[in-house]
């Protein structure tokens, strides 16, 4: 057993589990006539309410005890201290400054990073004041209408989301996001616009990522067979740490925007990584984002943990994978704007806590991440909801709900915020019936109400689903801020594709070696 699941804390929880055994959640609220008060949160305008958890007082007493043996005040003062809490990479994870509209220092290394931060937003924005004015303008002197992301991971799936969950903000530049290296998607982007007025920004700290440089070096031969080579400096900027790469693909100096290593990819569209955000909301609502993230990270940082979301949303996740069995976690925003918000989640929590061994590198004995999966409801409802509700393991649920509309068809949002309602309540309660009809119920969920879909609220949310994320991390005591197995696939695949161009296949295992010898004979039509 780890150290872990022997400590004090964590052997109170598992008996206490064991008590609890099959309580229904909809006895709990017999018991407790205050529940539906009692088992609510606020924070930053938004509203959680986690009555329908499988969860007692008791249950969070020792949850919380949970938290304190395992340090959580410590690690958050870490945290946002900038402290080397990539223990793996000696790096700190300071994404919070991003964000920081106080403007109050904060400290990597010994040395006060705002200002460096307030420069680059400053540029930024700019730049994107330019574009979306008019002063900056193609190589023809056309205005651009469009801006093409060029990027994998986080510096795509952010910036993504937050332009499409936003999009009725926006009024800017058309955005258009290509990250996978397959040549439809960038092929049929392409497709639908103008070189002279196309302005591609090609997103990697490295600039040399092997997808988005393929992609980059596809949409240059693009444009310079409309354009001329002349026209890459005016059709081209970078988000890099690499200015020096950047200027031989040739995009100059002053199209080069610069982030730190301190920036984890998952937690970049706060930095200049969120240029396309900027482009199409405009400065001031992308500071609005900013300043809801702020918010949320201040309510983090010193709210007591019995009324921090982050806290007990990281906490409930634990008990719900570690302690009740819950076969996964499913999130359903009832918004049809935040279609993107499920895959920068699976990002966000699978790559940071999807890990085996602790910070100590010492095996775990116990669940690190749940498979995390969903869909915008009331689609999900058509779909997988079947399974939740009558299948024979729990599966945990966040309904997210947006309470105000960003458009006027008042009739179908309240039959939306009616379905969000009923199938939390359906979850809960369940129905008996004749066999087929039964549905079992005491299954878990959160709610968590959003004023609207605007810029701040949506700060705040993906704020706290980054916190509840780092509780999850200090409670299951491994490092959130690495992806190693993220860069093993990486590596192969540089020898695969130099099998792939005729190169040796030697160092490649027997079952790739065979597939690479089919690949190469059904290309030529052999096989």
């Known amino acids: 057993m780890s ?84 223990s793996t990479e000696r790096r700190a994870a300071l994404h919070m400054a991003l964000r920081n509209v106080s403007g109050r220092p904060m400290t990597v290394d010994g040395r006060n990073a705002m200002p460096e931060v307030d420069a680059v937003l400053d540029r930024v924005c700019a730049f994107a004041e330019a574009l979306r004015g008019g002063a900056w303008r193609g190589q023809g002197g056309a205005r651009i209408a469009d801006i093409v992301n060029l990027g994998i991971g986080g510096s795509d799936l952010g910036p993504r989301m937050v332009c499409e969950a936003l999009q009725e903000f926006a ?117 609005e984002l900013l300043g809801g993230a702020h918010a949320m990270d201040e309510h983090f940082r010193s709210a007591p943990w019995e009324r921090n979301l982050p806290v007990l949303m990281g906490l409930l996740s634990v008990w719900n994978l570690n302690f009740l069995g819950c076969a996964s976690q499913v999130v359903a925003p009832y918004a049809q704007f935040m279609e993107h918000f499920i895959a920068w989640l699976q990002q966000l929590e699978l790559e940071s806590n999807g890990k085996g061994v602790d910070r100590d590198g010492q095996p775990v004995d116990y669940g690190t991440a749940p498979a995390l999966w969903g869909d915008v409801g009331t689609n999900a409802q058509h779909a997988f909801f079947q399974m939740l509700h009558q299948g024979p393991a729990a599966h945990a ?29 359906a979850m809960m309660s369940g129905a008996r019936a ?28 993906l704020a706290l689903y980054e916190h509840r994320t780092f509780v999850q991390s200090v409670v299951w005591n ?44 059904m290309r030529l039509g052999s096989a």
């Open 3 to 86: 150290k872990l699941t022997q400590s004090p804390a964590w052997q109170a929880l598992r008996e206490h589990a064991s008590q609890l055994g099959t309580t229904a959640i909809a006895d709990l609220f017999a018991q407790q006539p205050d529940r539906a008060d009692r088992f609510t949160a606020d924070a930053t305008g938004l509203h959680l309410d986690y009555a329908k958890q499988r969860a007692t007082p008791r249950t969070l007493e020792l949850l919380l005890a949970l938290a304190r043996q395992q340090g959580l005040e410590r690690w958050i003062a870490a945290l946002f201290g900038g402290e080397p809490v990539n």
């Open 171 to 287: 009024d800017g530049p058309r955005t258009h996001f290509v990250s996978n290296v397959d040549g439809a998607q960038i092929a049929a982007v392409l497709a639908r616009l103008k070189p002279e007025s196309t302005l591609f920004v090609v997103t990697s700290k490295t600039f040399t990522t092997q997808e988005t440089m393929a992609n980059a070096r596809s949409a240059r031969a693009w444009l310079v067979a409309s354009l001329g080579e002349a026209a890459v400096a005016r059709h081209f900027a970078a988000v890099s740490a690499n200015v020096a790469e950047a200027e031989k693909f040739g995009i100059p100096p002053a199209n080069v925007f610069g982030f730190w290593d301190w920036v984890g990819g998952r937690y970049s569209l706060w930095s200049a990584v969120g240029l396309c955000i900027v482009v199409a909301l405009g400065p001031a609502r992308f500071r």
């Open 397 to 425: 649920v966040d309904f997210i709900l947006p309470v105000r509309p960003g458009h006027a068809l008042a009739e179908q949002h309240e039959i939306l915020v009616a379905h969000c309602l009923a199938q939390s309540a």
């Open 434 to 461: 004749e066999p087929h009809r039964t549905c079992p119920g005491n299954r878990p969920s959160n709610v968590l109400l959003l004023p609207r879909l605007d810029p701040f609220h949506l700060g705040a949310l």
């Open 478 to 521: 491994i490092n959130p801020f690495d992806q190693w197995g993220v860069e093993l696939g990486k590596r192969i695949a540089q020898s695969v594709l130099a099998a792939l161009q005729g190169g040796s296949a030697e160092a490649l295992d027997p079952a790739t070696r065979r597939l690479v010898t089919k690949v190469r004979g």
